[in-house]
């Protein structure tokens, strides 16, 4: 839901709607999800596939995200668009992976 929360987020402040700073997109490793999966997560579910599989997507995800920020504040709108577009696949991708290890975890 996060993930969803931020493309949220991202649309509106490309929309001039909200302010996002770069601090306000943290690491990878420093969001709730990843403190999570850092820690806790891989210790319980670092066997399963789709768990390892996760971290490239979702520190993608991270970089996009600060990119978009970047890149707007330099005035670049249409990059900034461009790179926002791809967000929602990728997105994606993250939730079809943590549905698998939450499949694969109940098992």
Same mark, same amino acid.
Request: hydrophobic residues 40%.
């Given at each position: 839901?996060? /993930? =969803?929360?931020? %493309? %949220?987020? @991202? =649309?509106?402040?490309?929309?001039?709607?909200?302010?996002?700073? !770069?601090?306000?997109?943290?690491? #990878?490793? /420093?969001? &709730?999800?990843?403190?999570?999966?850092?820690?806790?997560?891989?210790? +319980?579910?670092?066997?399963? #596939?789709?768990?390892?599989?996760?971290?490239?997507?979702?520190?993608?995800?991270?970089?996009? !995200?600060?990119?978009? &920020?970047?890149?707007?504040?330099?005035?670049?709108?249409? =990059?900034?668009?461009? &790179?926002? !577009?791809? @967000?929602?696949? @990728?997105?994606?991708? &993250? !939730? =079809?992976? @943590?549905?698998?290890?939450?499949? +694969?975890?109940?098992?």
């Amino acid at each position: 839901m996060a /993930h =969803r929360v931020w %493309t %949220t987020r @991202l =649309r509106a402040f490309l929309d001039g709607k909200e302010a996002l700073s !770069i601090e306000q997109a943290v690491s #990878h490793e /420093h969001c &709730i999800w990843g403190k999570w999966y850092y820690s806790e997560g891989l210790q +319980k579910y670092g066997h399963i #596939h789709e768990m390892k599989e996760m971290e490239k997507p979702h520190t993608e995800l991270h970089h996009m !995200i600060k990119e978009i &920020i970047n890149l707007k504040e330099q005035g670049n709108f249409q =990059r900034a668009e461009a &790179i926002y !577009i791809q @967000l929602p696949a @990728l997105s994606e991708k &993250i !939730i =079809r992976l @943590l549905d698998a290890v939450e499949r +694969k975890a109940s098992q």
